[in-house]
């Protein structure tokens, strides 16, 4: 089964911008898209948005003024960026791998993220 | 958005035993493609959630033939036909018809 590993900041300040990263351990998200997601106690599994390996990209519309994704295909690398956070940005975000035909098959390990001042 | 309502959302359970979890949306799942997308997913105490069935009744690749998933239209069902202990965690339905894709609530089963 692909690993997916993601990394970045973990502690935030409110108004800052959250950036995370994600790639395939074998780089495989040709043809598939790379789903982000979040999950807090509060308002459970959420969609962020999805991104392409060709860069087109759908967000969640709670969220589309903020959000920025973004794919290095040299790198094989996915990208998020969510701008001017607060604390109810506080969450584990993951990035998963997959399709809406098929599922998300391949999940990172989850990055929590603190927002607080 | 599409709402999708899981019930019940906790589940005591005995291993060997089976169980059943209900997935309710406010719209039908149904794609103008014939397919259903809906998906299942498990997360164990401390891990990722993980992929279990797709579109509806399509069990994911490594994933053990007690886990089963049906319905139709705005109803589905996930069943597991004989419970073992490393099935505990929180099951989630999740529909990808629609942007935003939405998650239910989630289910959390536990051994009695």
């Known amino acids: 089964q692909v690993q997916l590993r993601q990394w970045g900041a973990g502690l935030l300040k409110p108004s800052e911008t959250l950036s995370l990263t994600c790639a395939a351990s074998?780089?495989?998200?040709?043809?598939?898209?790379c789903i982000w997601i979040r999950q807090s106690p509060k308002k459970g599994l959420e969609w962020i948005g999805e991104?392409?390996?060709?860069?087109?990209?759908n967000y969640n519309p709670s969220l589309k003024s903020r959000v920025t994704m973004s794919v290095d295909t040299s790198k094989n690398q996915f990208s998020l960026k969510v701008n001017s956070v607060t604390a109810a940005d506080t969450a584990v975000y993951y990035c998963?791998?997959?399709?809406?035909?098929?599922?998300?098959?391949?999940w990172g390990q989850g990055t929590p993220v603190t927002v607080s001042s | 958005e599409i709402v999708m309502t899981q019930s019940p959302l906790s589940l005591p359970v005995t291993p060997g035993e089976p169980a059943s979890i209900s997935c309710r949306s406010n719209?039908?799942?149904?794609?103008?493609?014939?397919?259903?997308?809906l998906d299942w997913y498990l997360q164990r105490p401390g891990q990722s959630p993980q992929l279990l069935t797709y579109?509806?009744?399509n069990r994911a690749s490594g994933v053990p033939d007690r886990f089963s998933g049906s319905g139709s239209g705005t109803d589905f069902t996930l069943k597991i036909s004989r419970v073992e202990a490393e099935d505990v965690g929180v099951y989630y339905c999740?529909?990808?018809?629609?942007?935003?894709?939405?998650f239910g609530q989630g289910t959390r089963v536990e051994i009695k």
């Open positions: 998963a791998r997959g399709h809406s035909t098929s599922g998300l098959d391949s």
């Open positions: 074998d780089g495989s998200f040709s043809g598939y898209y």
């Open positions: 991104i392409h390996h060709s860069g087109s990209t």
């Open positions: 719209q039908s799942l149904l794609h103008v493609n014939g397919h259903t997308y």
């Open positions: 579109r509806g009744s």
């Open positions: 999740m529909q990808a018809l629609q942007s935003p894709w939405t």
